[in-house]
């Protein structure tokens, strides 16, 4: 009955489609609000449509009942959004670490509203978030990406029951990694901002007279502006790896 209805060929597009549309749906810069719903749904089916005829040999028959199809289809989706969330949460690394440059320069109160975070942001974070998607797309990131959605079906084959256990204690290793590296790319000021504390404090001491906040603030952004524009290069090296080593184990290159 279901084969009347559903072609095979429409079937394995369909297949695919949900996997592969769900993972584009939480991609950086692809599943961004600021794209439009029409365009990401657009590049998720021509990008269903390419890689279908690849994917056959793996593809799982066409079930009998409407039951079983249902059940295929949130396997698959469970899956493509799980791969997509993977690469939000490492995204969310450039907002611990915006909002740590923020605090130690003095700019924790000028939030503004973040895009690629979907949230209010500090500046330091939105200018992180942006540089950071411009380097993915400049590097040809998007394409090991791509190409972790696709090789997935080797790792996950459709039918098979999706291996929770494996997915949390992933998840759980991820948003620790990019808890990680936000506190690594935020340590420079950390420091700087500690140093800069402690000489502010010594100085209010040592000449009570002094309006020490009046005098510190502007220090304190001038110097923060500094350390982001010699940082940025080595804390973008640095996230670029982190990044892909989180996409490198689901490709087969």
Request: glycine share 8%; no cysteine.
């Given at each position: 009955m279901l084969q009347e209805v559903l072609p095979a060929s429409l079937f394995a597009v369909l297949l695919v489609f949900v996997r592969v549309g769900a993972a584009m749906m939480q991609m950086p810069g692809i599943g961004d609000p600021y794209v439009s719903p029409r365009a990401r749904l657009l590049f998720a089916l021509l990008l269903a449509l390419a890689v279908t005829p690849v994917l056959s040999p793996v593809l799982p028959g066409q079930p009998e009942s409407v039951a079983v199809l249902f059940v295929l289809l949130a396997g698959e989706l469970f899956i493509g959004f799980f791969l997509g969330a993977l690469a939000k949460v490492m995204m969310s690394?450039?907002?611990?670490?915006?909002?740590?440059?923020?605090?130690?320069?003095?700019?924790?109160?000028?939030?503004?509203?973040?895009?690629?975070?979907?949230?209010?942001?500090?500046i330091a974070?939105?200018?992180?978030?942006?540089?950071?998607?411009?380097?993915?797309?400049?590097?040809?990131?998007?394409?090991?990406?791509?190409?972790?959605?696709?090789?997935?079906?080797?790792?996950?084959?459709?039918?098979?029951?999706?291996?929770?256990g494996d997915f949390s204690q992933l998840m759980t290793d991820t948003v620790a990694r990019a808890f990680l590296v936000g506190i690594q790319l935020g340590a420079p000021f950390m420091v700087v901002g500690l140093v800069l504390y402690l000489g502010m404090g010594l100085l209010g001491r040592l000449m009570p007279q002094v309006q020490i906040f009046f005098v510190g603030m502007p220090l304190q952004i001038a110097l923060g502006i500094s350390l982001l524009m010699v940082s940025l290069p080595v804390a973008m090296a640095w996230f670029m790896g982190a990044f892909e080593d989180t996409f490198i184990p689901f490709t087969s290159g």
């Open positions: 690394a450039l907002v611990v670490a915006g909002m740590v440059m923020a605090y130690m320069s003095a700019l924790a109160n000028a939030l503004v509203n973040d895009p690629a975070a979907q949230q209010q942001g500090s974070g939105s200018f992180l978030n942006v540089t950071a998607l411009v380097l993915i797309f400049a590097l040809n990131l998007h394409h090991l990406l791509i190409g972790a959605v696709v090789d997935s079906y080797a790792i996950f084959p459709p039918g098979d029951l999706p291996p929770v």
